[in-house]
């Protein structure tokens, strides 16, 4: 029986989502975990690869899991033996070819800044802490200037692989909460470390530091990589649209 869930962690402790050998990741947590209650090894499909410090509250998973089981009491068993820092939710039988990579319309990533004088403790590995002044008029501008299609390409990693850098940013958003502001972005699919350098540009845009003909250039592919990379504990995979 192949069931689906969603997987929600604090990625501070991990190596990222993907197993690596010899380091802890969440993928590699979730899989020993379930392998735990079957007693069998298990291969976790995944819609989204997340960096080393990342968060989610959407991933989302699947699994092959004995007939003998119900999607409650998967749910239930696996929790039991993960940490407190990645649980299982929404565990439900789906298609035995279900992929989430392939299957999903889209994901939503948010991103968040703690812009006030002083860290605080509480936030420190959910925020990326700013202290400096920040023109959030012009990141707005910034975020009005990304949504639509362009090319990414100067706005990701070179370990990225071959996909299509032409993609559509279909939100992009600023939300304030006290010092606390967040950038939500979405689209079909994003490039490896795309939004973490999107992010650092647009700061950079709000510090004085860039400006918006540099990013409209950059937007067309020409000139050097942005090279301006956001830390990824600021930023969480919020949704995955089925």
Request: hydrophobic letters at 35%; aromatic letters at 10%.
């Amino acid at each position: 029986m192949r069931v689906m869930a969603v997987a929600e962690y604090d990625g501070a402790a991990y190596h990222g989502w993907q197993v690596q050998d010899g380091l802890p990741t969440v993928q590699g947590t979730v899989e020993a975990a379930i392998a735990e209650l079957s007693g069998e090894v298990c291969k976790i499909e995944y819609a989204s690869r997340t960096d080393r410090g990342v968060h989610s509250k959407g991933q989302v998973i699947s699994f092959i899991c004995p007939d003998k089981f119900t999607p409650e009491r998967i749910e239930k068993a696996v929790n039991y033996y993960l940490p407190d820092d990645v649980i299982l939710k929404n565990v439900s039988k789906c298609p035995e070819n279900f992929n989430p990579r392939y299957d999903n319309k889209g994901k939503l990533y948010i991103y968040r800044v703690l812009n006030s004088a002083q860290n605080e403790y509480m936030l420190r590995n959910y925020v990326w802490h700013i202290p400096s002044t920040i023109d959030w008029r012009m990141v707005k501008k910034g975020l009005k200037t990304i949504k639509g299609t362009h090319n990414f390409s100067l706005f990701s990693s070179p370990r990225g692989g071959k996909k299509n850098p032409i993609i559509k940013i279909k939100k992009a958003r600023l939300f304030s909460n006290g010092h606390i502001y967040s950038i939500h972005y979405e689209a079909d699919y994003f490039l490896m470390h795309m939004i973490r350098h999107i992010t650092g540009f647009l700061l950079a845009l709000g510090r004085g530091k860039e400006d918006i003909e540099t990013l409209e250039e950059k937007l067309k592919g020409k000139g050097l990589p942005s090279g301006r990379v956001a830390p990824a504990k600021g930023l969480e995979l919020t949704k995955v649209y089925l």
